[in-house]
């Protein structure tokens, strides 16, 4: 039997964190590097083994994951001289979760290659729930030789594992999953805000609805949290704008026009002005119900 493969983690936040204790639980061995060491305390405590750098967290690493907030904290993960491209080793596959730009993908892609590095661009759906429960979805773009020699460990966290194509296929994937989500949660946050003037009993009405041809996951996971007050985030209102901001840019490169993800862009842009940046998804019902 091989030896099993060492990790690296680098952004320990919402998900990152309940992927990090799914890895642990495993039995494998964690370096982790989070900006702020004692958000990563209770990791830390299980026996996650604590990097003061990216760099330092995958100098011994097979295989290292990067899940961060934008596209410029991944540029600066990897190739600052502090990053990981300066410590990893020859035949180590890098991983971005990190819902990012995919011309950046391809470029990782490339710098890696230079350096005898895999790189896979694997973003992920399915909220704090699906990263708490270890049934995210996952898809991957890079070399297939690489997604299947980490697939196994992908299974960990994972249950819907897709392999999309070249380098940078991932977060083209992932542009089409926010677009679905961005013009979904307008229809949840108004079937509620209906509702609700309705007089309507709202648990009710989502038994009736969740099962049949309007049921989304956001209807099923979100609904609720909207009906109880609960903004807390599974996923941060500006990460979700800057998903939106990428998706916009890569549709006008193809010269398609998205007006349901403009309006939805829209609608977000207005609750992070209002200071409901570091809320939840789910807090487009404010935009409703205040």
Not at 6 to 27: E, Y
Not at 43 to 62: F, H, Q, V
Not at 203 to 211: A, C, D, G, L, R
Request: proline content about 3%.
């Amino acid at each position: 039997m091989s030896e099993q493969k060492k990790i690296a983690f680098i952004g320990t936040g919402v998900m990152g964190s309940s992927i990090v204790k799914h890895l642990i639980h495993a039995n494998y061995d964690v370096s982790i590097y989070t900006r702020t060491k004692s958000k990563a305390q209770s990791l830390i405590e299980l026996g996650a083994k604590w990097a003061r750098t990216p760099k330092e967290a995958s100098e011994n690493a097979d295989v290292i994951f990067t899940m961060v907030g934008f596209p410029k904290d991944v540029e600066e993960v990897y190739c600052n001289q502090d990053g990981i491209f300066q410590s990893a080793k020859s035949g180590s596959i890098v991983i971005d979760m990190t819902t990012s730009e995919p011309s950046l993908a391809k470029k990782l892609y490339e710098l890696a290659k230079e350096k005898g590095i895999s790189s896979l661009d694997a973003p992920v759906s399915g909220g704090d729930v699906g990263a708490q429960n270890g049934t995210l979805s996952i898809m991957v773009g890079g070399d297939k030789e690489a997604f299947e020699e980490v697939l196994p460990i992908l299974q960990i966290f994972g249950k819907n594992i897709v392999y999309q194509g070249e380098a940078g296929s991932g977060q083209h994937t992932k542009m089409c999953n926010q677009i679905l989500i961005s013009t979904n949660m307008i229809g949840v946050c108004e079937a509620i805000s209906y509702g609700i003037k309705a007089g309507l009993d709202i648990e009710k009405v989502f038994q009736s609805i969740s099962t049949g041809a309007a049921g989304s996951w956001s209807l099923s996971n979100l609904g609720p949290r909207m009906v109880k007050g609960d903004l807390e985030p599974g996923f941060y209102i500006k990460h979700f704008i800057k998903d939106m901001r990428i998706a916009i840019d890569e549709a006008e490169r193809m010269n398609l026009n998205l007006p349901g993800l403009k309006l939805s862009k829209e609608l977000y842009n207005q609750l992070l002005e209002n200071g409901f940046g570091e809320k939840g998804t789910q807090a487009l019902i404010k935009y409703y119900v205040e």
